[in-house]
C-alpha cells in the first residue's frame, strides 16, 4: 500500500455499491502491468492461509501488491472494508478457449449469518474481455438476498443480468453475497481473471468520502430497482438497502421513504393514565327504552 492518502469512494459511490452489490473500475491498471499479469497469472498463485495480513499475502514489489496500490484500487478498497484488511483467499480463474462449459450463477460460500458487515472481492481482468469471451455474469441487486452458494444454479437468464464487457486493466469490487458466475468462453484466447476476497478488521462506517452523503443522488442511487426484482418481495431489497445504509453511517434513523420506520415501530412508552370512568344508574325510562332496531325497523 502506498503511504500517500488514496481517493476515496464518494457516497454516490457507496450507494450505488449498496444497490448494485458491484463497483467498477474501467482500464485503471497500466498496460505494462497487464502484459506482466498474463504471464505471472498463466504460471499460477501458491495458495496463502485464509485470514493473512496484506504484507504477509505480497512481498513488497510482487504483482498483487503492486496491483492493491495504485490509486483508484487503494481508495476502493479502504472505503468498502477499511484500513489493513485480511486475504481471505485468492485465486486465478481460467476460462479455455472454445471450453464449452459455464459455472453455475452462485454466491461464494455457505450462507453469511453476520447482520451487515460484509467481504468485498476483487476481480481483476488483464486483458480486453469481449462478449465472446464469456466475461462474469453477475445479477445487479442480488446480493442482499442470502443463498446457499450454488442454490441459484438453476436460475437462467434473470432479466437485467449483467454480462462484463471490459478493457483490459478493469478492476471490479463485489459484495460477497452477489450471484455471478464465469461465463463459456467461445474465443479462441484464453480469459484469465484474479480474484482477491478481502476480510474487514475495522467496523465499516463512514469510511469513504462522505462530503456529499446527503446528497440527492445517494437517494435515487439506493432506491433503484432491477428488471428482475418481483413485485411484492423485491420491495424487501429497498428495506433491507436502509439497513446496510444504517449500519454504514451510524445513522440509526436513515430511512428510504419511510420503509424501515413503518415496521419497526413498537413503542415502548406508556400511555398517560386516565381516570377510570364512574358508572351511573339509569334512569326508569332509559332502561326501558326499546330502540327503533330492537323493533324490527332498523
Not at 114 to 119: H, L, V
Not at 259 to 274: G, K
Request: hydrophobic share 35%; with cysteine; charged share 20%.
Amino acid at each position: 500500500m502506498t503511504n500517500t492518502s488514496p481517493p476515496l469512494l464518494s457516497s454516490r459511490q457507496m450507494a450505488h455499491f449498496v444497490a448494485h452489490g458491484s463497483l467498477r473500475l474501467d482500464g485503471i491498471v497500466p498496460p505494462e502491468m497487464n502484459e506482466e499479469a498474463l504471464s505471472f497469472l498463466a504460471a499460477g498463485v501458491p495458495g496463502i492461509p485464509f485470514g493473512t495480513p496484506v504484507p504477509d499475502a505480497y512481498p513488497e514489489g510482487s504483482l498483487p501488491r503492486r496491483l492493491l496500490g495504485i490509486p483508484q484500487v487503494e481508495g476502493a478498497l479502504r472505503s468498502l472494508v477499511g484500513p489493513d484488511p485480511l486475504v481471505d483467499h485468492h485465486a486465478v480463474h481460467i476460462r479455455e478457449p472454445k471450453e464449452g462449459s459455464a459455472q453455475p450463477l452462485h454466491a461464494d460460500a455457505i450462507i453469511d449469518v453476520r447482520g451487515r458487515a460484509f467481504d468485498v472481492q476483487l476481480m481483476y481482468y488483464p486483458q480486453d474481455v469481449t462478449l465472446e469471451m464469456g466475461g462474469t455474469l453477475s445479477v445487479p441487486g442480488s446480493h442482499l438476498r442470502r443463498v446457499n452458494e450454488t442454490d441459484t444454479g438453476r436460475y437462467q437468464n434473470l432479466l437485467g443480468q449483467s454480462r462484463l464487457v471490459c478493457p483490459a486493466g478493469t478492476v471490479v469490487f463485489l459484495h460477497h453475497g452477489l450471484w455471478h458466475g464465469g461465463r463459456r468462453n467461445d474465443s479462441d484466447t484464453v480469459r484469465y481473471m484474479f480474484k482477491i476476497r478481502f476480510n474487514p478488521t475495522v467496523r465499516q462506517q463512514l469510511l469513504w468520502d462522505t462530503s456529499d452523503l446527503h446528497s440527492p443522488e445517494v437517494h435515487e442511487e439506493l432506491t433503484r430497482t432491477f428488471p428482475w426484482y418481483e413485485q411484492a418481495t423485491g420491495r424487501l431489497e429497498i428495506y433491507n438497502r436502509a439497513l446496510m445504509w444504517r449500519f454504514l453511517t451510524g445513522d440509526a434513523r436513515f430511512d428510504l421513504d419511510h420503509w424501515v420506520t413503518r415496521v419497526t415501530n413498537e413503542p415502548t412508552t406508556a400511555a398517560p393514565s386516565t381516570p377510570t370512568p364512574t358508572s351511573t344508574p339509569s334512569s326508569p325510562s332509559t332502561a326501558n327504552a326499546t330502540t327503533e332496531f330492537e323493533r324490527g325497523n332498523a
